[in-house]
């Protein structure tokens, strides 16, 4: 089944204790994506990547880190997670480098950082 | 820059009755349009998009969108309801062309709840 996994889905952790949340596609699909979710802002785009070894900054990229060792995984890098970091995350992935292709999204992970 | 609102953060409607979830957008170049739906615990689905061509746009579970462009709206409707369309949708738009990260911009969501 063509599928984005994220893991872990659920994440409570403290303030500044490093975290990576999991990203992963089996549609070999080069562009990868992770946004954030917060009640009356909709989705905002964090870091994005093109492809392997190749990536770049969203909207909202400060606190965040990313890498792209290998086409399926995309990893969601928190160094020292602070309060203002709690939200949904959304991973998502599309084929090719055409905006007009559809993003497919994975479950979420809701983190909290006390 | 590309934004987008939707102005109902919340619809509610009865069962089988019709309803309408409004979306206008603002930027500076062409943009594709696209609808998300997010049941709950779940991650967004695409139900439609508009590219070019016809602008009445057909989508999955029966929902349609018109897209206008002197307006800049690209409302979503659907003729009659049912309770599992409860969900949060969302409008989002992407710039014409390669490059720019493919960044969707999404509105800040409407909660459809559909009652009996």
């Known amino acids: 089944e063509a599928q984005v996994t994220q893991n872990p889905r659920y994440l409570i952790t403290v303030t500044g204790k490093k975290l990576t949340v999991t990203c992963s596609q089996n549609m070999n699909h080069e562009y990868m994506s992770w946004y954030r979710q917060d009640p009356g802002l909709g989705l905002r785009q964090i870091y994005y990547?093109?492809?392997?070894?190749?990536?770049d900054k969203g909207d909202v990229p400060e606190g965040y880190k990313v890498s792209r060792k290998e086409k399926r995984n995309f990893p969601l890098i928190l160094e020292s997670p602070s309060p203002n970091q709690t939200s949904l995350y959304f991973c998502?992935?599309?084929?090719?480098?055409?905006?007009?292709?559809?993003?497919?999204f994975g479950p979420g992970t809701r983190l909290t950082v006390l | 820059a590309q934004s987008v609102t939707q102005l109902d953060s919340q619809v509610p409607v009865f069962e089988e009755a019709p309803v309408e979830l409004r979306c206008n957008y603002s930027?500076?170049?062409?943009?594709?349009l696209f609808w998300y739906v997010q049941y709950p615990n779940q991650g967004l689905q695409l139900l439609l998009k508009?590219?070019?061509?016809?602008?009445l746009v057909k989508g999955i579970n029966g929902f349609e969108a018109e897209f206008n462009k002197s307006q800049t709206s690209f409302h979503l409707r659907k003729p009659s309801v049912h309770i599992s369309d409860t969900a949060e949708y969302f409008c989002a738009v992407t710039p014409f062309g390669a490059g720019g990260g493919n960044k969707l911009t999404f509105g800040t969501g409407t909660q459809l709840k559909v009652e009996l």
């Open positions: 508009y590219l070019s061509g016809s602008t």
């Open positions: 930027s500076s170049v062409s943009v594709y």
């Open positions: 998502a992935s599309s084929t090719g480098s055409s905006s007009y292709n559809e993003q497919f």
């Open positions: 990547s093109m492809n392997v070894e190749v990536t």
